[in-house]
């Protein structure tokens, strides 16, 4: 394992590791834990399940990058012995399932195919048998290790695997950021060309050159997108640490040659794409008539400029779009109802430890002792996670034999009260009768599946054959053991035969007391086993925790866009209403009130941001419609999202020129007509 992934021995050799099935290797964090150091750990002896282990390396601690993530090591062998003894089972045999991850070096990366099928083929040579017997076989694929953190979605993937679709909306929205920013630099600078005018036309005089006045044009751009990009660089070291922590996942910002040669390459870019064609614009005066005074704005400039207006507010109003729908889905999760109820339910997770097993009625009876506890179910996999899966053999409503692969779990008699599950037909599990080795439940999705035609119908069907078949008792409503990107699966419950972990349901009043009094009884009957317990509804929480904060970090971009396009628009008509401050002064001489001086210089602005809103609508919808469709439970997009997109730009804009309005139309006339 040490040579193949190249994980770094801080302590042994990767030869002299792992050689017998009772050596370990632990990471420096838990070497440190348990021994104080790592010196301290190497040949210590450690009791994983019972079994004494010989420390003989001390692994470095693994990358967070890495999707293989380990605080120790134990052998294969090992675990082979452990099967061999409480499953009855050698692990070697077990051509079927998939269950081990199993990674494979090829020396040429073109012959993945190939190697894929003779894969294959060997399994199929192995697995023939037991496939003939279930009627049922599998396939294997392989996928390279760097795709597996954005481009996987495995049920069983290692690690908590990311999004490519979220990096490439992030990717978009900062390219979005960037674009309304070198828009708003291309707006002011063309828009505030008059005041450089003269200077611009007395260089050429003087014998400047219109590509010597596009150097210095392009330099000057340059130095503001470098000082802005090292300001950023600043920024972002300053709040990676706090971003990190909030995220709970370390983001670095290393600087290595190929770093630098991205942001260098990166200033380049924006400078060319805000510089270049101001720079065309203030080298193209001509000074005998710029000197003379009759310099104006060309109509190409003022549709280029109110082109970069509309485009701004486009990409604003898309955000718009965007950050409403996604709220209007987060909220849909957190009020669909799951099937089950959460609150005040707290899950203990012993992993099978055959102590509490065989204590676990002596537990139970205690918690129940107090009022405020109303109920206790051993089970063996949590509601919220997801579960494992194998397959099954049953009949169709025809009498005829299904083999199929099916979800499964184990649960007691009070597991359904607990959760306050629902039944749609028949009964759950009675304690001490045939049902906790004759009976299951299945739920609504797997009688779909199997093609009975109602829960009814489901009652008494088999599941297995000989002395190994089940029959079905009962028939739970769906409830979501998987998060609400997925189907409800089809589910087999079956009674639990040794528990991994049980649940009990407090008063919501006395939750305080409820868990003073399991740590109590805990420590009484299991004080060598940690106790380690989670409430389900905060588990629910986290398993959208991170979609949560990718919700909040996208309100911040979007929010961010919005702003710099205000800002864009602000500083805009700022300067126009300054060009028109003579016009202004004029009409009021005439007698033009106020109100009409400030509608006719907001009118065009309005109509821009109108323009965009109907640009933007439609794109923000087919783009939303997209990210549902990731879902397998959705909101629908309703009617207020597209008119509160629409309504808050305009908004905003008219409250931004206005501003500016109404402060040039009071100016009195005789200051800016007293020249004339």
């Known amino acids: 394992m040490f040579r193949f992934f190249n994980f770094q021995l801080v302590k042994g050799h990767p030869d002299q590791v792992l050689r017998t099935r009772n050596e370990i290797v632990l990471t420096e964090s838990l070497a440190v834990k348990y021994f104080g150091s790592a010196d301290n750990a190497m040949d210590k002896i450690l009791m994983v399940d019972q079994t004494p282990m010989t420390v003989t390396g001390i692994a470095a601690n693994i990358p967070v990058n890495s999707h293989i993530q380990f605080d120790l090591v134990v052998p294969v062998e090992w675990l082979r012995q452990y099967g061999l003894e409480n499953w009855k089972q050698d692990i070697n045999d077990g051509w079927v399932g998939g269950w081990p991850h199993t990674y494979v070096e090829i020396s040429d990366p073109s012959k993945k195919a190939e190697a894929q099928a003779a894969i294959n083929d060997m399994v199929a040579r192995f697995a023939k048998k ?123 910002l290393e600087i290595t040659a190929t770093n630098i040669a991205a942001v260098v390459g990166f200033i380049l870019l924006i400078a060319v794409i805000s510089g270049f064609y101001p720079s065309v614009v203030l080298s193209s005066f001509q000074p005998v008539a710029t000197l003379k005074g009759r310099f ?134 009675e304690r001490a009768t045939a049902d906790t080795t004759k009976s299951v439940l299945i739920n609504e999705a797997a009688v779909k599946m199997l093609g009975w035609p109602s829960a009814q119908d489901a009652l008494g069907k088999p599941f297995g054959s000989g002395d190994n078949v089940k029959k079905v008792i009962g028939v739970v409503k769906d409830f979501h053991f998987e998060s609400l990107h997925k189907n409800v699966e089809p589910l087999l419950i079956s009674h639990v035969n040794g528990g991994w972990a049980f649940s009990l349901r407090i008063e919501r009043a006395h939750i305080r007391d409820g868990l003073d009094q399991l740590k109590a009884v805990w420590s009484k009957l299991s004080p060598d086993v940690p106790l380690d317990f989670s409430f389900i509804d905060e588990s629910l929480q986290a398993q959208y925790g991170r979609e949560q904060k990718m919700e909040s970090v996208f309100y911040i971009f979007a929010g961010l866009s919005f702003l710099i396009a205000c800002m864009g628009l602000f500083g805009l008509s700022t300067f126009m209403m300054q060009q028109r401050v003579r016009e202004i002064g004029i009409r009021k001489v005439l007698g033009a009130p106020v109100t009409r001086i400030v509608v006719l210089l907001t009118t065009d602005f309005s109509k821009l941001v109108l323009i965009s809103a109907l640009i933007a609508l439609p794109i923000g919808w087919f783009a939303m419609q997209q990210w549902l469709q990731t879902f397998a439970y959705h909101t629908t997009l309703t009617w207020w999202i597209f008119v509160l997109a629409a309504v808050i730009p305009v908004g905003i804009a008219l409250l931004t020129v206005s501003m500016q309005s109404i402060r040039t139309a009071l100016i009195n006339p005789a200051r800016t007509l007293r020249t004339e």
């Open 296 to 429: 104006a704005h060309s109509n190409l400039g003022q549709v280029l400029r109110k082109s970069l207006v509309v485009l701004q507010f486009t990409i604003s109003t898309v955000l718009l779009v965007s950050i409403l729908a996604v709220h209007q889905q987060m909220e849909f999760i957190r009020e669909k109802p799951l099937g089950y109820k959460s609150d005040a339910v707290v899950a203990v997770n012993f992993n099978g430890e055959q102590g509490v097993n065989k204590q676990y009625q002596t537990i139970r009876n205690e918690l129940l002792s107090v009022p405020y506890i109303e109920s206790v179910a051993l089970h063996s996999d949590n509601v919220v996670g997801g579960l494992g899966n194998g397959w099954i053999d049953t009949e169709n409503n025809e009498g005829k034999r299904v083999t199929t692969s099916i979800y499964r779990m184990g649960a007691d008699a009070d597991y359904f009260d607990t959760y306050g599950m629902e039944l749609v037909a028949g009964r759950v599990f």
């Open 130 to 252: 037991e496939w003939e017997n279930n009627r049922f076989s599998y396939q294997y694929f392989m996928q390279p290790v760097r795709d597996i953190h954005l481009q996987s979605s495995l049920r069983y993937d290692s690690g908590n695997n990311g999004s490519q679709t979220t990096v490439r909306v992030f990717v978009a929205v900062a390219i979005f950021i960037l674009l309304l920013a070198c828009i708003n630099y291309i707006n002011l600078t063309t828009a505030t060309a008059l005041t450089r005018a003269k200077e611009i036309s007395l260089r050429k005089v003087a014998g400047a050159s219109r590509q010597q006045l596009m150097r210095q044009f392009f330099i000057e751009t340059l130095m503001v997108t470098t000082i802005s990009v090292a300001m950023g660089i600043l920024l972002l070291s300053a709040m990676l640490p706090v971003f990190s922590s909030w995220m709970g996942q370390l983001y670095r």
